[in-house]
Every structure is written in structure tokens, then in C-alpha cells.
């Protein structure tokens, strides 16, 4: 079987890492690097140079004719690139979030199945052996559940930049958030029924009518809960910036990631560093003491950020040469991206969004 061609379309920070997971995959061959910009060279460069580079992803569909494309682009292009390339056949993989809208989301499903194309989303954490720990041990807490996460980034430099061109389509509470919903749909497979979130602009440096700071609340068919807290940008505090709990009648369980706790907050390898997991069992004597020693599981399996995106290059790769049915992958990505919506409606209106 010939490799897989695959365009890259968008050269600049987790890019790089799946370009990197593509030169290594031997049943993939980059055809092409897009970008407008001079990250393509650089990428190019890191890779060994041998890649034939683009300005404009029309032009590298076009001459290239690539079986597969990777977007890694800003939210607002996904959609448009994502249909240009099913126009000429390709499978997708694509960064969360799908696209910026629910509609455009939906477009793309739609045109992938009438050209029975694979379109799968970069959902990093359902690769990682510790996260799916993780979200194994929180459903054998009982229900309800207390779940309680954040990501907040105290950006400066080339990070600030980056932080500000997303924002000039998306909040970081929907950008960042559709991972962390998209955990706690997991954790507790019920149905979110409400949601609330509060925002703040705490820079003259973005758009006017976006905010940097925000946090959303969940609540869930079940009777469980959630928040989650994402702030950008080079006022937000790092005091406490990686926090993984989730609270339920048996206990609790959390991720502790000490090292990545003291590095820098916007460095991408820390936001999926875990390190350890530490279980708390909530069981009492007949003297209200705990019978059960808090449990610490330090999985062997750690991969680091670019071997997490190889690893969601080979899911990629089985779905397209197995032929995956991977409609519940697709579900579950405009899901997450349908609450991180309504979480941003309820910011900018003050009010409850009650989900249908």
C-alpha cells in the first residue's frame, strides 16, 4: 500500500509536533508545509528541508493532491479549509475546535460523509494513557460528581501573540474548554443540562467584545457538576494554574502534576503533564477515621507532548485504513464545542443557558 499523502496546512506551535509525528510515520509522506508566514521554513528546516512549501492552502491542494490534510490553523479557517479539501477528497484531521460555530461543525460532517472521508478532531486527552486513568477512577466514585479543572496560561511573548490572534475569534474558555468538557462528559455519561459562566477583558490588546479570563459551570442530568477556569495572558496569576479534581461519594480523584506546576504556565508540554494520580477513598470507622490510605498511581506510560501527537496521528491513520466508524468521535467533538458555546452566550448575556 502506498503511504498516505498528507498536506500540513498551518506550520506553527502543535504543527510542528504533528509534522514531526508525520516524518516519522512511514505510512504517511508530507507532501506539502502551508503557512503565510516564514513557520513553514522553520519547519521545514526541523524536518531536514526536503518539503515543498506553500503560501496559500488552495494552490497546495491543488498542485500537491494530497490523500489526507492536517489544519492547524486558527479556528475561524478551519471551516472554510476543512470544506476546500473535501472538495478534492481528502481525509481531515484538524485541531480542536472543529470550526468556530456549531453550523460550520456540522457542514464539515456532512460533506465528509457524502465524500465518505475521515474527519477526526484533536482531542490530545483521549490519547493519554494517565487521562483515561484518570477518568476511569472518577466514575467509580459514585454519582453525583464535583468536578473542578482549569488551565490558566500567564502568557508573555511569542505565547501572548499566539493567545491574542485566537482571540480574535474565540474565548479561552471555549478554545481551551471543549478538552476539559468534553473530560467531564466522559466522567460522568449523562446528559449536561444548564450552564453558567462569568468573563472579563483584562487587555485593551483584544477585541473589544472578547474576554481573556473566564469560567464555566456545568450541571448535568445526574445531579453532577463542574467548572472550569481559563485565563490568558501576561496579568493572569500561575499561583494555581493546573488543577484536576474530581469529587464523588466514594472519594476523590485527582491528577498532581508538581513539575509542571512550577514551569512556565504557557508552555504546552506542561498542559498534559501528569506525573501522578492520587485517590482518596472517603471510608470511615465507627470513630470517624479514614480506614483506607489516599492511593498514588504513577503510571510507567508518560508520554510527552509530541509522542501524544503521534499518537493521535496513528488513530488517524487506523481510521482511515481500517475504516473506522468514528461518528461517535465526530458526536462527542461538536458536543463539547455545543456546551463551550453556550458557556460563551451565557458570558456575554449574564445569563443560564439552559442546553436542549
Known sequence: MNPIKILIIGCGN????????????????????????????????????????F????????????????????????????????????????????????????????????NNRKVVVGYILRHHPSWTRFVTEARALGKPLVMRMNLNQQSQGYMWNVH?????????????????????????????????AIGV???????????????LQIRFEDGSVGWYEAGWGPMISDNAFFIKDVIGPMGAVSIVAKKAATSQSDRIEGHTKTEKIKIHFSD?????????KDQWIDLQDEPDHEALCKRE???????????????????????????????????????TIVLS
Not at 88 to 93: P, Q, T, V
Not at 164 to 172: D, E, F, I, R, Y
Not at 284 to 292: A, V
Not at 324 to 349: G, M, P, W, Y
Request: charged share 25%; aromatic share 6%; glycine share 4%.
Open 14 to 53: 502543535i504543527s510542528a509536533s504533528h509534522a514531526k509525528a508525520y516524518h516519522e510515520i512511514p505510512e504517511f509522506e508530507i507532501c506539502g508545509l502551508v503557512s503565510r508566514g516564514e513557520s513553514k521554513t522553520t519547519l521545514n528546516q526541523q524536518l531536514g528541508g526536503q518539503y515543498e512549501l
Open 284 to 292: 470511615l470507622d465507627d470513630s470517624n477515621e479514614f480506614t483506607r
Open 164 to 196: 491574542k490572534n485566537l482571540m480574535q475569534s474565540l474565548s479561552p474558555i471555549v478554545d481551551c474548554g471543549v478538552h476539559y468538557i468534553d473530560i467531564m462528559c466522559q466522567m460522568t455519561q449523562s446528559k449536561p443540562i444548564s450552564v453558567s
Open 55 to 114: 503560501d496559500n492552502y488552495m494552490e497546495a491542494l491543488r498542485i500537491s493532491k494530497p490523500d489526507a490534510v492536517c489544519i492547524s490553523t486558527y479556528p475561524d479557517t478551519h471551516e472554510a479549509i476543512a470544506l476546500e479539501a473535501l472538495k478534492h477528497h481528502c481525509h481531515i484531521f484538524v485541531e480542536k475546535p472543529l470550526a468556530d460555530t456549531i453550523a460550520g461543525s456540522e457542514r464539515i460532517i456532512a460533506a465528509a460523509k457524502k
Open 313 to 351: 496521528q496513528l488513530f488517524f491513520l487506523k481510521s482511515i485504513k481500517e475504516d473506522l466508524d468514528i461518528s461517535s468521535h465526530q458526536f462527542d467533538a461538536i458536543n463539547s464545542l455545543k456546551i463551550a458555546l453556550a458557556c460563551d452566550e451565557s458570558v456575554r448575556t449574564g445569563k
Open 201 to 215: 477583558r483584562l487587555s485593551d490588546e483584544i477585541p473589544q467584545e472578547n474576554y481573556n479570563y473566564g469560567q
